[in-house]
């Protein structure tokens, strides 16, 4: 699923703090924190796949919820961010 989403053009998310991020992500990844999801969501663009990850799928699976609530379409948890590795 992970190839045909970035073929489509999807925006990879990670949901972790900025210090987790900077002690290990998965590259092509944007880093927006949970709690500044709200307030970044212009950087999010609703016409293509967003791919959200995390530590755990906690985070991302609450954030797929706020970008559901907020019109996107396409959003999709893919839990931790080292499945982004593969």
Known sequence: MLPALRKD???FVDVRSAGE???GNAPGTINIPLQ???SRLG????SSPVVLCCA???RSGMAKLMLKRKGY???YNVGT??????
Do not use: C, H
């Open 9 to 11: 053009g999807a925006t």
């Open 21 to 23: 991020f900077a002690s």
């Open 36 to 38: 500044e999801l709200g």
């Open 43 to 46: 950087e999010i663009p609703k």
């Open 56 to 58: 755990s799928g906690t």
């Open 73 to 75: 379409q396409k959003v």
């Open 81 to 86: 961010w080292n499945k982004l590795l593969d």
